[in-house]
């Protein structure tokens, strides 16, 4: 199934052998992690973890801005501490980025992260657009990827006819 690329100087390139993001069928927004680089200089932001956590989420903000969504599509998010203990000062600074509607979310301490930062998150989210042409397909036989009726800019819905699932 093909799929977007999605790549932003707003961010810190990739690090390795990944992309930034990738937009799937139905407009899903696949966010790879992003550790607390400044994408300027590539060094790690100074600071604890508020301002470690702060650079991530500025980072994936720019990564969905340049797949055309933004915080507020976020539907799921996978937070990396390397300290569980600092768990209240990411969350304080978390909820300033997700102040209505808040993504479900995962937590975990891990042993070890890249360039040794305190924090990594990743994201799930979905294209507004894609949701609302999902409703508008339904109960009229078909979904906008194989009927005919998206327009060519909009995301593509994955259908019975074309992948063997419905789109609704």
């Known amino acids: 199934m093909p799929h977007e690329i999605v790549t932003t100087d707003r961010a810190p390139r990739a690090i390795g052998p990944y992309s930034q993001a990738v937009v799937a069928a139905g407009g899903w927004i696949f966010c790879s992690g992003q550790i607390p680089l ?39 998010t996978t937070v990396y501490l390397k300290d569980l203990g600092e768990f209240q000062a990411m969350n304080e600074t978390y909820a300033r980025f997700f102040p209505e509607r808040p993504p479900a979310r995962a ?47 909009a995301p593509r819905s994955i259908c019975r006819r074309c992948f063997g699932r419905s789109s609704t």
Do not use: M, Y
């Open 38 to 76: 400044d994408p300027a200089t590539g060094a790690v932001v100074a600071g604890g973890i508020a301002e470690q956590t702060r650079r991530v989420l500025e980072n994936l903000r720019a990564v969905l801005e340049a797949a055309g969504a933004s915080l507020a599509d976020v539907v799921k």
């Open 107 to 153: 937590t975990v301490e891990v042993a070890r992260l890249p360039k040794d930062v305190r924090v990594e998150i990743d994201c799930v989210a979905v294209r507004r657009g894609a949701a609302a042409l999902r409703r508008r397909s339904r109960g009229r036989g078909g979904s906008p990827c194989c009927s005919g009726r998206a327009p060519p800019a």
